[in-house]
């Protein structure tokens, strides 16, 4: 899928799918459902420095090592990928400014883009966003996509500025993008949203504060 250029991992050849965020709750579970259609050879990801990605390595797959909340060029990381799929994000917390916010959401996405750009193999770019980026006020399901984005908080605001850079890049030069405008997700591996305070027994009786 890949050539991995890191300290602590070897340099290989692979051609395939790049993940961020596997080490994440939405990240993980997509990543072990592409392990049941590809080889973890065809697999790669991209990690904090400081995560655990021990599982990953013990299985073989490509591990990029990379902060996306400082502003550095992503060189190599896209090297025969064809798919990516952006999934790592910082969610809503209060503890979290808005500048660090802005630079992990937006300008992490951005560095993505353009180093996907610079690729020859790049296919397909797709983006997990958020409903959050109409607000907190919409029609009945399903939602158009012309609905009118009302962003109402910082987390929002900044995947509607990703998905906008997203797609005009999309549509400048002409490759396959898709942002998933996802609704709250419950389930297991969470433990960072208001879900992981529910217990699995427990998902339907959770109050959902959307």
């Known amino acids: 899928m890949v050539i991995v250029f890191s300290k602590t991992f070897h340099c290989r050849w692979f051609i395939g799918d790049l993940v961020t965020g596997a080490t994440g709750f939405l990240g993980s579970v997509h990543t072990r459902s592409l392990l049941s259609s590809f080889s973890p050879g065809d ?3 991209l990690a904090h420095p400081s995560e655990d990605v021990s ?3 013990d299985l073989g797959i ?30 809503v917390n209060d503890s979290v400014s808005r ?29 997990s966003s958020s409903l959050g980026v109409y607000g907190f006020s919409f029609p009945p399901y399903p939602i158009p996509e012309t609905f009118p984005l009302n962003p109402q908080n910082n987390y929002h605001e900044s995947k509607m500025l990703a998905e906008r850079y997203l797609l005009n890049a999309s549509s ?6 898709s942002a998933l405008r996802n609704t709250p997700i419950v ?6 949203t208001f879900s992981s305070r529910c217990s699995s027994s427990s998902y339907r009786g959770c109050f959902l504060p959307w």
């Open 99 to 127: 500048e660090e916010m802005f630079r992990v959401n937006f300008e992490g996405t951005r560095a993505l883009v353009d180093a996907f750009l610079r690729s020859t193999s790049s296919e397909r770019f797709i983006f």
């Open 187 to 192: 389930g297991p591996f969470d433990t960072v």
């Open 43 to 45: 697999l790669r990801i």
């Open 62 to 91: 490509d591990i990029f090592r990379r902060n996306l909340a400082i502003p550095s060029p992503l060189t190599g990381i896209m090297v025969d990928v064809t798919t990516v799929y952006h999934l790592a994000a910082i969610v």
């Open 55 to 57: 599982f990953y390595a």
């Open 172 to 177: 400048t030069y002409g490759f396959h993008a």
